[in-house]
């Protein structure tokens, strides 16, 4: 099946640092990925649509200058977490779509759990 | 804008026993429907999807899912759950066939199978 990795699993900063996540499908090519955002014990809740080659599309209360996603080719979408707080301490999860007629689905990554000091 | 409603904040069942768990989404066109799981420690897994056709589909590991069009629900099914079985189980919908349209998910329903 479809795979989705993301790098790194976990991250510790100090607050004020920048830290970069990295999303790839490694079988197939997704020109869509999506960044989801999972505080303990919630749902995933959607922070922006990365479209290959072009800007993202983020949720409403998303800050986009915050959270910079960029979205290189058709296997690899990067969230950049900038200046970085404690109250960006959260689980990270990318996905991304296999588009096809009947193949609409989302495979996700393994997450990225960051904790801001 | 979609929305999806799971009623059960926690299951618990004994090893055996049946399960069902609701989900209702609210839409005005044509969806597809997903149920994810995700175990302890885990990132989410595909169960099973409805995209046409039967509304009955079969998942992995024994799960089964009813799309009942006229109810908007599509609730996942097992008649019998193993300890293993023991995870946050996520239902998602999105619109179908209207580009880059990303899933929306219910808040999720933990169950817990005890021996």
């Known amino acids: 099946g479809a795979v989705v990795s993301q790098h790194p699993s976990w991250v510790i900063c100090k607050s004020g640092t920048s830290v970069k996540i990295e999303c790839r499908s490694l079988?197939?090519?997704?020109?869509?990925m999506f960044w989801y955002r999972q505080f303990p014990k919630q749902s995933l809740m959607l922070m922006a649509t990365s479209n290959e080659g072009s800007k993202a599309t983020y949720e409403q209360g998303v800050e986009k200058d915050k959270f910079l996603i960029n979205h290189a080719s058709l296997t690899l979408s990067t969230l950049t977490v900038t200046s970085a707080h404690p109250e960006d301490s959260s689980f990270y999860i990318c996905?991304?779509?296999?588009?096809?007629?009947?193949?609409?689905?989302?495979?996700f990554g393994p997450g990225t759990r960051l904790t801001v000091l | 804008a979609q929305s999806v409603s799971q009623h059960n904040h926690h299951v618990i069942l004994s090893e055996a026993a049946s399960l069902e768990l609701g989900c209702n989404y609210s839409y005005g066109g044509t969806v597809n429907l997903f149920w994810y799981v995700q175990y302890p420690g885990q990132h989410l897994q595909l169960l099973l999807k409805y995209f046409s056709g039967d509304p009955l589909v079969k998942g992995i590991k024994g799960f089964e899912a009813e799309f009942i069009k006229s109810k908007f629900s599509f609730n996942l099914r097992k008649p019998s759950v193993q300890w293993s079985d023991t995870a946050e189980y996520f239902c998602a919908v999105n619109a179908r066939g209207s580009g880059n349209t990303p899933l929306v998910f219910g808040k999720g329903t933990r169950l817990s199978v005890i021996a």
């Open positions: 996905s991304a779509r296999e588009a096809g007629a009947f193949t609409d689905t989302q495979y």
């Open positions: 079988d197939f090519q997704a020109t869509t």
